[in-house]
């Protein structure tokens, strides 16, 4: 699932232009950039038969933009791509940060996924 959810974000979200990352930045990235972390997964187990029925995903996207009107584009963006992929995201939350040491606004996204096996 994190391979299809990375894919069809990159794939609407133009303006990262491909610079989607799993749990950090490249040294001296290109801006805009973002960042993708599984913060945690659980699955759910009938507890007769010990089978996983639903897997759990809370994911976090950080996304990074020299200004604060580039970085609401891309949230939007991404924010789209997630409401059109094919396991609708639940817990949406978002939080708007300034890095003063690289300069860079930075948006936080998190939301959970539940996928049915």
Known sequence: ???DLVSHIKSRASQLNGRFYPLKM???PLIPSAVYTVV???DKQCSTTHQSYAST???QI???AQTYSELKQITDQVKSALYSFEVIPS???TQDLYEPE???YRQIIDF???KRN
């Open 1 to 3: 699932m994190i391979t």
């Open 26 to 28: 490249p040294q001296d």
């Open 40 to 42: 945690n997964e659980r």
């Open 57 to 59: 995903m809370r994911f």
């Open 62 to 64: 950080d996304i990074y």
């Open 91 to 93: 817990n949406i939350n």
């Open 102 to 104: 690289s300069e860079l």
């Open 112 to 114: 959970k996924i539940t």
